[in-house]
């Protein structure tokens, strides 16, 4: 585990919110393309009132008693991040929308800027949306925090029934997303596209979030483990390795599983800019060879910079 400072922690957390909140208050929710969750679920209230409750508001209220059940069910761990991030998201999603109490700023998704790029590109204005989204909760993720809401509920579902967070994160967001386009017809919203069509759009935040989440959490891909067998080669590849590829190894002592004759093979760790070099070099070498390749989460040692 890396030793960082709280401070940084929560400087990354409160980066984290408020680039979630761009994505939803300057975005989609002109857009009118809902995410999952309580955020979804707060936007579908928000046009059910004819726009009159903010927005961060609902949301607040909504993720509170939930926050308290998580306590309640899970204990306390991370408890202070977790309300942190769904106040401050609350905060700036209110505060970008000019809709702060006691607070007047301008409503930034009405600026002359972001009205043209909605009314000429509208699928790009919305996938802006999803990338800021999917950002900002990949890094509130990534530093210990949680947005509340929906995966407080998955949490708890997985602790009492064994559920998969994933299947039920999935499908609370269907149901959300379900609702808000109900919604969105209803209230006539849907002007210059069908509220079917919007409900796609945000089966299609969902993916590009979720992938963004996962790439911030797991790590661009930096590394790649390979093991190499070749029966009369290997030496050769030992000098290619060491002299071209200027990496180091493992070379193992083996059994074939068939006929039981010893082998040898190479293990070693190379970045993905280097692997097409060594793959190919290793076919020309030995075009018989045997290559297993695959990622290597995170490498600690000489060579290789650990993830964050």
């Keep these: 585990m890396i030793n960082r400072p709280v401070v940084f922690d929560y400087l990354m957390l409160t980066i984290g919110t408020i680039l979630m909140s761009l994505g939803i ?5 002109d857009a009118r393309v809902v995410p999952g969750g309580a955020s979804g679920l707060s936007m579908a209230i928000h046009y059910l009132s004819n ?3 903010p927005v961060g508001v609902v949301s607040w209220l909504i993720n509170l008693p939930l926050f308290l059940w998580g306590i309640k069910e899970l204990g306390n761990r991370f408890a202070f991040r977790t309300f942190y991030c769904f106040t401050m998201v609350s905060i700036f999603i209110d505060l970008f929308r000019g809709q702060l109490p006691f607070i007047k700023t301008p409503n930034l998704a009405q600026y002359p800027e972001i009205l043209f790029f909605k009314n000429s590109d509208f699928f790009f204005y919305v996938l802006v949306g999803s990338v ?3 950002i900002g909760l990949g890094i509130i993720f990534k530093f210990k925090g949680t947005t509340a ?3 407080i509920i998955a949490s708890i579902l ?14 609370i967001d269907l149901i959300v997303i379900a609702f808000a386009g109900y919604v969105i017809k209803i209230k006539g919203l849907a002007v210059d596209r069908p509220a079917i069509v919007l409900t796609f759009y945000a089966v299609m935040l969902i ?4 992938r963004l989440i996962d790439a911030i959490m797991d790590g661009i891909d930096y590394a790649r483990l390979v093991i190499i067998i070749s029966e009369n080669k290997l030496e050769e590849i030992r000098e290619l390795l060491l002299y071209k590829i200027n990496r180091g190894g493992t070379l193992i002592n083996a059994e074939g599983l068939y006929k039981k004759t010893p082998k040898e093979l190479i293990m070693t760790v190379v970045s993905t800019k280097q692997l097409t070099d060594l793959t190919d070099s ?3 070498i030995d075009p018989e060879a045997f290559i297993i390749i695959t990622e290597a989460y995170e490498i600690l040692g000489k060579g290789f910079r650990r993830r964050l």
């Design 51 to 53: 726009q009159k409750l």
């Design 25 to 29: 208050a300057v975005f989609l929710l």
């Design 207 to 210: 993916f590009v979030y979720s």
């Design 282 to 284: 290793v076919k020309k």
């Design 149 to 151: 809401g929906s995966d």
């Design 158 to 171: 997985s602790k009492r029934f064994g559920m998969k967070p994933g299947q039920v994160l999935l499908v």
């Design 132 to 134: 800021l989204l999917g």
